[in-house]
């Protein structure tokens, strides 16, 4: 190849050489390198590990007087805990779950005390609405259970959704009895 | 020229640099009177080195035992202990807040913390996120408890002195060299001679026997290991903490050094890649 | 030089583009800007630069989003972020690693532009602009510095804001202004981070110019004789995006062994310690790429003096283009101004070494002397020396290049670059100068 024709770059690579090995093996080499350096950029915005061991509360039930409801923040969210009157756990228990928009009977949304006994009385679920996540207010809406007033969710005795925009019901953190009446969020 | 081609000059430059660096370091700290100072061949140094996990274990009980009376360790959590490189990890609990020996030392603790019904302060048992408690509720009563001198926050200790851990190790095997003469003893202070101007205000902290080592069980590389403690001399406790503190300072040492690794290896080929290419395309051309 | 386009959009979408927004137009020429066929090592620098450049946005960007600039909480924040944060520790060390690795590649950058004359006519705007570049490069990792909120933070924020105070008159409002208050504190520390986090997009609009002004004369090259005739000339791409990118890699070794192996190296122990506003640690120096410039600002024992003298020191790099008269531009073709240079390279490290030192301690052991019945050494101290490479460094700019300007003869010099390359028809000798 003459020396002075070098100035124009195609007529270099035309000599065969765009598809020359070696050429393959360093792009395919740097692009390999450009992804492993791009995880740490990426992955930092995760939760570090500080955030990730923040983890639980412990709760008494047995401070929550019959109607009244406490609320705690867990993980930068508000618990709520409700100790129910009989009339609402008859209300939540009356629903035919299949005509709700999220079947959910209101035993599923218990968990069992250290007797392996449900405890209808109290209600324990992460107090955030499933449509874009205002907490709701409480004693209110349609269903005398709670009422999203951003966009006019409806939620009943049992934290399920009845009517409005939400998709789904209230969520029931992870939790378990550590006592008698303490309960261990997370 | 002096030089004869430009890659020479790249290397002399980057390593009168260096050099030059080195120097800022070196005009920093010194040896007073006759000591001289011992580097031992720390387990961490080097390229491939690697934090002793019995030893580091052995330092943490030092540390409770002794150096926590007076200085916080603020930046290190419990569950800090039990994380992958950490004297304490153990394969079968990645979540260091589950780790058995990280629930036991934090439970070992007792930490300040808000009754969330009354308001009031309270003191409860410590749990894997807690931070390590500090000795003094703030610097004045710390200065008060330890007749004026402020004593310093342990968790980048090794860092945070030109020495490294020569200097931690060094200063605290050194306490019963001769005084020499010339350095004055004002009350409160105590000759060291890897103290700046050979006087400290820490008394002597280390004696031999002062605990009682068990043996220690550590994994590492996938292997459970039972060491026998050894004989708890002045020397062997100044060991073991400085591997502790020395992971405090640096708790992602080995992560470091084999991420390194990697990242040198792929580049040498990278780099061996694109010669090869360089070579390839100006391969007709004069230059 | 930046001939016509030869840029043809091939489909229709292009040129659709290429009629409202010729971008595409641009980065092909970009491309295949023709450049000396004789550039060597020493030009890879920019692109090295340009790295270096992406590098801090992307990793400072990242850092600022754990970073809290609040004096009683940012050391803690980056304690959280070298030991909680997901790869913290590593984007950390990157950040601090890679100004010291951007101030290593720029130096290499300045001295080969010095060596070649690359700030000759017409070069003189692309010289200025990069000469702006590094002050503003210089107010960033100054800045930037104080950040981690360490003993060195503070006091190193402390000394150089101190700078504005030897200002007659007005200095010590002026200072107070900078500051926000009447020392270093959370007011300093608020604007520090804001500027911190501006200056770099500043430099980057200062690199579009500079690479700008570099496409529309035509890079220089190691023998200074501009380009005439197409033989002269390769494309951009391949030719140097393949050279650049090895040089990238080797410099990314370089890189590597400092960010993993010796994180610590490059800093100072005491920006461990939280910054303390009650104690100043014994002995405080600035990062080692300011060494040089700190001694100047200690050769004379005048606080306003040396402030001037720090100041003209870079003001000297600025006025440079009009200073070196000479019309051969590279120092290959100039024997005696090569030997200058050279020494001047030597008092950059003296200076850099003085900058480091205790000023009233030895430097050159010449003997030794009795005080007080201890037996210490006697020599040239730092602050003797540094006074000596100061008188070179400015004597170097205001009077050697000057008068060199007016008296030196070059040797022989070939007719173009193609002829260099080519050994006048004689093949083999083709980089060598004809010494």
């Known amino acids: 190849m003459s020396d002075s024709s070098a100035t124009h770059a195609t007529a270099e690579l035309e000599d065969g050489s765009k598809r020359d090995f070696i050429f393959l093996a360093t792009g395919a080499t740097a692009a390999a390198g450009a992804a492993a350096i791009g995880w740490p950029l990426v992955a930092q915005m995760g939760k570090a590990a500080d955030t990730l061991a923040a983890g639980s509360i412990e709760i008494d039930l047995s401070k929550v007087a019959q109607g009244q409801q406490l609320k705690m923040l867990w993980r930068g969210k508000p618990i709520f805990v409700r100790h129910r009157t009989p009339a609402e756990i008859a209300e939540a228990e009356s629903v035919n779950v299949a005509d709700i928009p999220d079947p959910q009977a209101d035993e599923e949304r218990l968990v069992a005390d250290i007797n392996g006994n449900l405890r209808p009385e109290f209600l324990v679920m992460v107090g955030v609405c499933t449509h874009f996540g205002c907490v709701p207010v409480g004693e209110a809406g349609d269903f005398d259970g709670w009422y999203c007033p951003c966009h006019g969710s409806h939620y009943d005795t049992s934290g399920r959704i009845r009517k409005g925009p939400a998709p789904t019901n209230m969520a029931i953190p992870p939790y378990s009895f550590v006592s008698e009446n303490v309960i261990k969020v997370g | 020229m002096a030089f004869k081609t430009s890659k020479n000059l790249i290397l002399s430059a980057i390593l009168a640099v260096a050099s030059v660096s080195g120097m800022a370091f070196a005009a920093g700290g010194g040896v007073y009177g006759d000591y001289k100072m011992k580097h031992p061949d720390w387990s961490f140094n080097g390229a491939f080195g690697t934090y002793d996990r019995a030893a580091a274990q052995r330092g943490y009980q030092v540390y409770r035992e002794v150096c926590a009376a007076c200085h916080s360790l603020k930046y290190v959590a419990f569950r800090h202990l039990g994380d992958e490189g950490a004297p304490f990890y153990l394969e079968d609990f990645p979540n260091p807040s589950d780790n058995p020996y990280v629930k036991n030392f934090a439970a070992d603790w007792q930490v300040a913390d808000i009754d969330s019904e009354t308001g009031d302060v309270i003191e409860r048992t410590g749990i894997a996120a807690d931070y390590f408690p500090q000795p003094f509720p703030n610097d004045a009563a710390a200065r008060a408890s330890n007749g004026g001198s402020l004593p310093p926050d342990l968790s980048s200790m090794v860092k945070a002195r030109s020495g490294g851990a020569d200097y931690l190790y060094n200063l605290l095997i050194s306490y019963d060299t001769p005084k020499p003469d010339s350095v004055e003893l004002t009350p409160g202070l105590h000759w060291n001679p890897v103290m700046d101007g050979g006087k400290i205000a820490m008394a002597a902290p280390l004696s031999d026997e002062l605990v009682t080592y068990e043996p220690t069980e550590t994994m590492y590389n996938g292997e459970l290991k039972l060491v026998d403690p050894p004989v708890a001399t002045v020397e062997q406790m100044a060991s073991d903490l400085t591997q502790f503190l020395a992971w405090t300072a640096d708790p992602k040492l080995e992560q470091r050094k084999g991420v390194g690794l990697m990242t040198i290896v792929y580049l040498l080929i990278l780099s061996l890649l694109l010669f090869l290419s360089y070579k390839r395309v100006w391969r007709n051309v004069k230059h | ?435």
């Not at chain 3, 295949?32 to 400072?60: D, E, H, K, M």
Request: charged share 15%; glycine share 8%.
């Open chain 3, 1 to 435: 030089m930046s001939g016509p386009s030869t840029y043809e959009p091939k489909y229709a979408a292009a040129k659709w583009m290429d009629q409202r927004l010729p971008i595409i137009r641009m980065g092909a020429d970009f491309m295949t800007f023709p450049s000396p066929r004789n550039l060597n090592y020493w030009y890879t620098f920019g692109g090295i630069l340009a790295l270096c450049l992406v590098v801090q946005i992307l990793s400072g960007v990242i850092l600022a989003m754990h970073y809290v600039a609040d004096v009683d909480k940012a050391f803690a924040s980056v304690q959280r972020i070298r030991r909680d944060v997901p790869f913290g520790w590593l984007l950390q060390s990157m950040h601090a690693v890679g100004a010291s690795m951007f101030f290593l590649a720029v130096y290499m950058h300045m001295f080969r532009g010095l060596y070649y004359g690359s700030y000759k006519a017409p070069r003189e705007v692309i010289w200025i602009l990069g000469c702006a570049i590094y002050l503003v490069m210089m107010a960033t990792a100054f800045l930037g510095y104080t950040l981690p909120w360490g003993q060195m933070s503070f006091w190193g924020a402390t000394v150089i804001t101190g700078f504005f105070s030897a200002v007659p008159i007005v200095g010590e409002s002026l200072q107070q202004w900078l500051l926000g208050g009447y020392a270093v504190d959370n007011a300093t520390l608020q604007r520090f981070f804001a500027l911190h986090y501006l200056l770099p997009f500043v430099i980057a609009a200062l690199v579009g110019l500079h690479v700008w002004a570099l496409h529309h004369v035509g890079q220089n090259n190691p023998i200074g004789i501009s380009e005439k005739t197409e033989s002269d000339t390769l494309s951009f791409h391949p030719f140097y995006t393949v050279k650049d990118a090895f040089a990238i890699a080797v410099f990314l070794v370089i890189f590597a062994v400092f960010l993993f192996y010796l994180p610590d190296a490059l800093g100072h122990a005491d920006n461990y310690i939280e910054a303390d506003a009650m104690k100043t640690p014994p002995h405080i120096v600035p990062e080692w790429y300011f060494l040089p410039f700190y001694a100047i600002l200690r050769a004379v024992p005048d606080k306003l003096a040396g402030i001037l003298l720090m100041l003209g020191a870079i003001i000297v790099l600025f006025i440079l283009p009009w200073l070196d008269t000479h019309k051969v531009r590279s120092m290959r073709f100039r024997p005696v101004a090569r030997w200058f240079f050279l020494i001047f390279i030597v008092f950059c490290f003296i200076l850099g070494w003085c900058g480091a030192g205790v000023p009233d301690d030895v430097a050159i052991k010449l003997g030794s002397k009795m005080v007080d019945g201890v037996k210490v050494d006697s020599g040239i101290t730092f602050y003797r020396l540094g006074q000596v490479a100061t008188i070179y460094y400015f004597a170097y700019f205001l009077i050697i290049l000057p008068v060199l300007g007016l008296v030196e003869k070059p040797i022989k010099r070939p007719d173009s670059i193609t002829k260099a390359v080519l050994g006048d028809g004689k093949r083999g000798a083709a980089l060598a100068p004809a010494e």
